[in-house]
């Protein structure tokens, strides 16, 4: 799979959805007809699954090329559209469940797993005879406009531990952190202070945890803990 190299069809479904204007990152080429998203550093447009990028937010209606600043992009969103399928077991079929999500491949392809990171683009609205998907896009399907709840599991290293694959950190994220094996000289805090958080989307936001014992790094700890990102 890979990103579009030209305009492709908008494929909508029934009336169209709502439009509105976005401006988009300088320098960035959006082609008609592919998934958008939002930079979550500056909230600037580029196509869906560039690093640093939230999920989808729609659709684009137009063809940019070389954005120049303060370029604006119109982008339709609120809307079902029928989607290129993904292949092997990310391929949906009529055996999945209406409101099942859907995952970003690339800027024009859809995919049943999460797989490396992808962000939700959607829900599965059914199938085309022709084996398209078809998928409701909004910023609120995507969960762009929801509360984003993220977790998972890491093992420190000599106290430390970078998560950097896959996750979005945003300036007002809220992350806990709970200890779930203890091994090594385990510490008794678990710390992500404001400089080890770099803000953005998957490819770009990153987090570094730490353990401390009476304040002091605990380079011995080798514990395994879960992390919850809100926000």
Known sequence: ???ATGDIELDGVGPDGRRFHVPVSTGATIYHGVMVSQLVADGLLVKTGTAGAGPCIGKATMKIEAATAGQ???VETDRVYRMTNG?????FSEADMIGAPVYAADDNV???LSTGGRQQCGTFQGMDADGKVRVHISPEAAGSGALRIQSGRGTFAAG???VNAGITVTATSRVFASRVTEAGTDGDEIRIPDADRTVGGPGTGALTFRSFLSGVAATSDTSTFDYLIVG
């Open 72 to 74: 604006r992009m119109v």
């Open 87 to 91: 292949g092997g077991g990310d391929a």
């Open 160 to 162: 430390v531990l970078a």
């Open 1 to 3: 799979m890979s990103d």
């Open 110 to 112: 859809v995919a049943k």
